[in-house]
């Protein structure tokens, strides 16, 4: 599954094109889609940054994204971990 982030905490991540490497009972990771020499897609020995699920308070589902925020924040922008949209993949 590939994803973009539409919004972030870390303002350099918006706009990547993620792809997951793994998904678990605790989260998902995920390296920088076409670039394995980029730091996040290095990390936690080459399965990427983690993404972790939290709380189902967390998340928000909602015009074809699935956006995470701070735990025990409110549904703000300002509140935002992560927004991402899944891209459908060609067949």
């Known amino acids: 599954m590939r994803f973009k982030i539409i919004d972030h905490c870390r303002i350099e991540c918006i706009g990547e094109i ?22 996040i897609s290095k990390g936690n020995d080459g399965r990427g940054a983690i993404l972790t699920w939290e709380k ?18 409110a549904h703000t ?5 992560i927004s991402f949209r899944i891209l459908e993949e060609a067949v």
Do not use: I, K
């Open 77 to 81: 922008t300002e509140n935002v971990a």
């Open 18 to 39: 993620r792809q997951v490497t793994m998904a678990n009972t605790q989260g998902l990771y995920s390296v920088v889609d076409g670039q394995p020499d980029h730091a």
């Open 56 to 73: 189902a308070s967390s998340w928000e589902f909602r015009d074809g994204l699935c956006t995470q925020y701070f735990t025990h924040e």
